[in-house]
C-alpha cells in the first residue's frame, strides 16, 4: 500500500542525519530531528523542521532508548523514523517496536534484519543462496571448537554473529592460542551487542574487502550498483573508500551483481542494503556479511551513478517502484573516493580528540563534496563516533580523483582537534596505493613506517 510520508523523523545524530535532512527538504517531508542532551547545538538540530530532546548524552540513554525515540514519533505525529547508520539501524526489535505503533521504519522489515544482520545465518541463507562463501564452521560454534577449527584449518578468524565494526572478532594462528582468543571474543561481542555467539571462518590472508550496494523494491524489482572497494581499514573500521574497484572488470562485477540479487530476493528484502565480500589475491571472492541498512560510504555510489539513494530508501518505504532502472545504473560513469575525517590522533594509536571546532576551510571546486555536521565553534561530544567529515571527490577516471583527492586535501584545514587530514595526505601519495597494491590490514605497516620516517628526518 502507497503512502505518501508528511513528516520523518531520524533518529540518528551528526553527518547522517543532516544527509537526511537535506533529501526530505528536497521531496518536500517535514523532518523532525532527535537530540540528545549533548548535541543540542549541532547542525542536525538547527536544520530539521522540528527538534526534540530524547535524554542524556550517553547512547543508551538517547539514540539507543527505542521507547523514547517512538514517544517522540508520536508526539510530532511523524510517518516514518530514518535510522540512519549505526545505533538502531539494525535492530530488528526497533523495526518491530516501529510497526507495533503504525510508524513506518525507512529499512527492512524485522524477520530481514533478523535474519541477515545475524552474520551466522546470513551465512547459511548465503550458502543456500548460491553465494560463494569462505570455509568455516556450520553455524555458531558453542562447543567442540578445537575440533571445528582443526577441521577448517589454521589460521581462523572468530566472529560475533551479531553487530559489526570488527568487534567479537579475532584471528587465531595457532593452536595453543584458540581458547583465550575464543573467550575474549565471546566477551567482547556479549558486551558490545548482548549475544555472545560466535562462528569460525578461514582466514583468508592479504584480501581485499569490496561490497555491492543494491536496492529491492516492494514489487521485486532489484538494482545493483558498481562494487565499492573498502580495503583500507584500521582494525576493521574502513578508512577509505571508492568505486569501481581498481581490481574488478565487468566479469567478476557481473557475477557479484547474480549473487546479491539472489540473495536479496531469498531474504525478500525491502529497502537499500550492502553485501560484503572478501576478495582473495586470486580474484576469487567470498561472502562476508550483509548490512541492511545505509553505508557511511554511500556517497561514492551517489557520485558515479547520478542516483541519490536516501530518496530511493524513503520511495521503497512508502511502497512506490523505484524511479531508477538496471540500465541506468549500470551506465555508471567516472571513478568516486571518499576519505572518513575523524577527530583522532593518528600518530598515537588514533586517539580521540576531543576539542572545540575553532576554524574550518572546508574544499570546494569541481569533483569535490563535503558531507559533516561541524562549523566553527562547535564542540565535539566525547560518547559518540569520532568522525567528523567526508570528503568525496569524482573525477573521470581513477587518476584524476586521485588528483582531485591529492588538491582538497590540501585544502582542507580543521583548527582545533587533531584529525587524519595528514594521514589521508600521505595515503593518496603511497605508491602501492596509487598502484591499488593494498590489502586490508596495509595500513598497519603503512602509518609505522611513515610515523618512523618523518621522525628520522627530524633528527
Known sequence: MKKKFKKVLIANRGEIAVRVIRTLKEMGIKSVAVYSQADKESLHVRLADEAICIGDSRASESYL?????IDASILTKSDAIHPGYGFLSENADFSRLCA????????????SIKLLGHKATARDLAKKSGVPIVPGSNGCVKKDYLNIAKKIGFPILIKA???GGGKGMRVVFKEEDLLKEFELAKKEALAAFKDDDVFFEKYIEKPRHVEIQFARDYYGNVITFPERDCTLQRRHQKLVEETPSPVVNWEIRKKLWDVTRRLADSADYHGVGTVEFLMDEDKNFYFMEVNTRLQVEHPVTESICGVDLVREQILIAQGY??????DYVSSFKGHSIEHRINA??????FVPSISVIEEINFPLGRGVRIDTHIYPGYQIPPYYDSMIAKLIVFGSTREEALSISRRALSEFEIKGP??????HKKIVEDENFIKADVWTKYLE???PRIIKEENDNKN
Do not use: C, H, Y
Request: aromatic letters at 8%; zero cysteines; a negative charge.
Open 65 to 69: 532508548n527505542m521507547q523514547r525515540i
Open 100 to 111: 507495533r505503533n503504525d510508524i513506518v521504519f525507512i529499512g527492512p522489515s524485522p524477520d
Open 161 to 163: 554473529a551479531s553487530g
Open 321 to 326: 517502484e523505484m524511479d531508477i532502472t538496471q
Open 344 to 349: 583522532e590522533d593518528w600518530k598515537n594509536n
Open 418 to 423: 587533531k584529525t587524519t587530514i595528514e594521514l
Open 445 to 447: 605497516d603503512f602509518i
